[in-house]
Structure formats: C-alpha cells, structure tokens
C-alpha cells in the first residue's frame, strides 16, 4: 500500500512538474515577443544549454517562436582580430538605430582549448550600442564550435526576430579562412580588412573571401587612409580574379572609418541594394529554403553523434582506438569502422 501511495505521489509530483514548465515557456515565450532583453537573453542560455531537460525545453520555446521569426536581414561580419570589428558594429548598429531599425548583435568570441572558457568581451567594447534601447548585444563563447559561430548561433538568431529585431549581425570569431558556417545563416556576408596588414593580398585567396557580399577596409582615417584607398584598389582588381558569385551580383569594396564614422551610410545603402535585389530575383527565398536544410542536416549529425555516445561502452572503446590508432595499431577507417559495427550491432 505504502509502495503505490509512493507511486502515485510521484505520478502527480510529475505531472505537476510538467504543469509549471509549460507554464514558465509560456511566459517566457510571451516576453520574448514582447521585446523583453531579459527575457531574450534567457531563452539564449536555455538554446545553449548542454542539460537534457534544457534541451527539450529549448525545442518546445522554439517551436513556439518560429512562426513570429523571419523578418529580418541577417548580416555575417568577419575579419581577422584587429580589423576593428566591434567597433564598426557599434558604429554601424547606432547608425541603423538612430534610423529607427532594432539591432541584435549575435557576437562569437573564441573559446579556449587549454581553459574552455571565452573572454566575452564585446559587450564591453560596444559600450554606446549596448546603453541603445533599440540594441541588444549577445556574446557567446564558440565551444570551440568550427566556423567561426556558436553551437546555437541559429537557434539565437530566430529568437532575436521572434523579440522584434529586425538587424541581425553575427560577429563570428575571427581566426582564419574557415570560417564559412556563418553564410549558412545570413542573408549578406561583410568581409572587414586592414591596410598594410596583408589583408589585401587575402582577397585573392579562396574560402572566406568568396562568400562576402561587401568587402570593408576599415580604419581609412588619419595617415592611413592613403594605405586604405591603396588596398581598396588592390582589392578591387584581386576580386576579378574569383568565380561568378551564386547570385551574380558584383562584390563591392568600401573604406570605411568606425572612429570618424565615414562611409557607415554607403555600406547600409549597398546592403538595402542587395537586399532589395536578392528579393526580387527570388535568390533571397532560395538561400533561406537551403538555410533550413543545412540547419536539418546538421541537427541530424548532432542527434547522430550523441545517440552514438551515448550507447553502453562506446565512449571507452573509442577511446581505446584513439590510443590504437596513435600507435599506429590500426588506420583511421579501419577504428572508424570497427566502432560502428559496434554500434549498430549492439555489442558493445
């Protein structure tokens, strides 16, 4: 008797549980659309929470919130550290806002190997931008994520349109040529280079460069802006040499000043160009139809992955072949492929 007594009270323990959760997203999902910052800055960290509860609590908030997402223009920015990168933001974020545009800042920063952790800076540097009622400003760490974003950038994306946000601007990290997974989830690609660092040279190498819709070189003030308008040239003539974009449009090559704020206005009215033009070609549509497949496929590689890592024994007998294959035991394929006969049969 004592034993079903106990049963049911955690029947109803459940229950009731399951009652207030549906009840906590309800509201958060409500402030969300309200345009409540704290509120947005909660359903980010539930996204980007690692706990199982959290994870399906993260789905259903999305789930809710897709429908009121979309409305916006989603806009990558890259650049080598040093390229001044948060300050153009703040520059070119208080300029849209002044114009009356909402603007959240997605703003990846680099996670370290040895301690895990991130420096988080941006939301410091962006002192003006983030004091704008208009603005909100995220930092996340990478997680050592590839592509120079987070492992939630997307999912924080569609809950800052969900907020009202009609500018998106994700910062990406800023570390190499490889950080390509952000044009997966933007509309337009800013490229931000340097006078007199090199910057100019990259543009003819492939990778990064090719997927920028606009290319900056930042910091033309001062003595340096003779170097600037140089390295625009040389951009300019680099740029011929690289394939035929997907939507045909011509890259542009723009100098720009974050400090003195020049050319922050024909870099917003180029970006309106190619939006305007992106929409009327239906290239726009398209990009963002391929968007949500490659956010499909790599959800599924996600869910693969844990599912995989979760199966009894596995984690051990990987890290058995990664001793075998370190000395020299066996090949990369042959562990690769022991492991998942493993898996599928269950022996494990």
Same mark, same amino acid.
């Given at each position: 008797?004592?034993?079903?007594?106990?049963?049911?009270?955690?029947?109803?323990?459940?229950?009731?549980?399951?009652?207030?959760? +549906?009840?906590?997203?309800?509201?958060?999902?409500?402030?969300? #659309?309200?345009?409540?910052?704290?509120?947005? $800055?909660?359903?980010?960290?539930?996204?980007?929470?690692?706990?199982?509860?959290?994870?399906?609590?993260?789905?259903?908030? =999305?789930?809710?919130?897709?429908?009121?997402?979309?409305?916006?223009?989603?806009?990558?920015?890259?650049?080598?550290?040093?390229?001044?990168?948060?300050?153009? @933001?703040?520059?070119?974020?208080? =300029?849209?806002?002044?114009?009356?545009?909402?603007?959240?800042?997605?703003?990846?920063?680099? $996670?370290?190997?040895?301690?895990?952790?991130?420096?988080?800076?941006?939301?410091?540097?962006?002192?003006?931008?983030?004091?704008?009622?208009?603005?909100?400003?995220?930092?996340?760490?990478?997680?050592?994520?590839?592509?120079?974003?987070?492992?939630?950038?997307?999912?924080?994306?569609?809950?800052?349109? +969900?907020?009202?946000? /009609?500018?998106?601007?994700?910062?990406?990290?800023?570390?190499?040529?490889?950080?390509?997974?952000?044009?997966?989830?933007?509309? =337009?690609?800013?490229?931000?280079?340097?006078?007199?660092?090199?910057?100019?040279?990259?543009?003819?190498?492939?990778?990064?460069?090719?997927?920028?819709?606009?290319?900056?070189?930042?910091?033309?003030?001062?003595?340096?802006?003779? #170097?600037?308008?140089?390295? #625009?040239?040389? %951009?300019?003539? +680099?740029?011929?040499?690289?394939?035929?974009?997907?939507?045909?449009?011509?890259?542009?090559?723009? %100098?720009?000043?974050?400090?003195?704020?020049?050319?922050?206005?024909?870099?917003?009215?180029? @970006?309106?160009?190619?939006?305007?033009?992106?929409?009327?070609?239906?290239?726009?549509?398209?990009?963002?139809?391929?968007?949500?497949?490659?956010?499909?496929? /790599?959800?599924?590689?996600?869910?693969?992955?844990?599912?995989?890592?979760?199966? /009894?024994?596995?984690?051990?007998?990987?890290?058995?072949?990664?001793?075998?294959?370190?000395?020299?035991?066996?090949?990369?394929?042959?562990?690769? %492929?022991?492991?998942?006969?493993?898996?599928?049969?269950?022996?494990?």
């Amino acid at each position: 008797m004592k034993k079903n007594t106990n049963n049911r009270q955690q029947q109803i323990h459940r229950i009731r549980s399951s009652r207030e959760e +549906a009840s906590d997203l309800d509201k958060l999902s409500e402030a969300i #659309r309200t345009g409540s910052r704290t509120a947005l $800055s909660k359903g980010i960290t539930l996204v980007e929470s690692l706990r199982e509860e959290d994870r399906r609590s993260a789905q259903d908030l =999305l789930a809710v919130l897709l429908p009121f997402s979309g409305n916006s223009i989603r806009i990558g920015i890259s650049g080598v550290p040093g390229a001044g990168k948060s300050t153009f @933001i703040e520059a070119f974020g208080s =300029l849209l806002c002044s114009m009356g545009r909402k603007v959240a800042v997605l703003a990846v920063d680099p $996670s370290s190997e040895i301690a895990k952790g991130s420096i988080l800076g941006d939301k410091t540097r962006m002192n003006e931008l983030a004091a704008n009622e208009k603005a909100f400003i995220r930092p996340s760490p990478s997680g050592g994520n590839l592509g120079g974003v987070a492992r939630r950038t997307r999912e924080s994306i569609y809950l800052c349109e +969900a907020a009202g946000f /009609d500018t998106i601007l994700v910062e990406t990290v800023g570390v190499g040529q490889n950080e390509t997974a952000v044009h997966h989830m933007v509309d =337009l690609f800013l490229l931000i280079a340097l006078a007199g660092s090199g910057d100019e040279l990259q543009g003819i190498k492939r990778g990064i460069t090719e997927l920028a819709d606009i290319v900056l070189v930042n910091k033309a003030d001062g003595e340096n802006l003779p #170097r600037a308008k140089a390295a #625009r040239q040389d %951009l300019i003539r +680099a740029l011929h040499f690289l394939p035929e974009r997907e939507n045909k449009v011509p890259v542009e090559v723009f %100098l720009c000043s974050s400090i003195e704020k020049t050319g922050l206005s024909e870099i917003w009215q180029a @970006i309106e160009g190619l939006e305007k033009a992106s929409r009327q070609s239906t290239f726009f549509e398209s990009n963002r139809k391929k968007q949500l497949v490659s956010w499909l496929h /790599d959800s599924l590689k996600e869910e693969l992955w844990n599912t995989f890592m979760k199966r /009894d024994g596995i984690e051990k007998l990987l890290h058995q072949f990664e001793v075998d294959v370190l000395q020299m035991k066996c090949s990369v394929n042959h562990a690769a %492929l022991e492991l998942m006969q493993k898996f599928n049969s269950g022996d494990n």
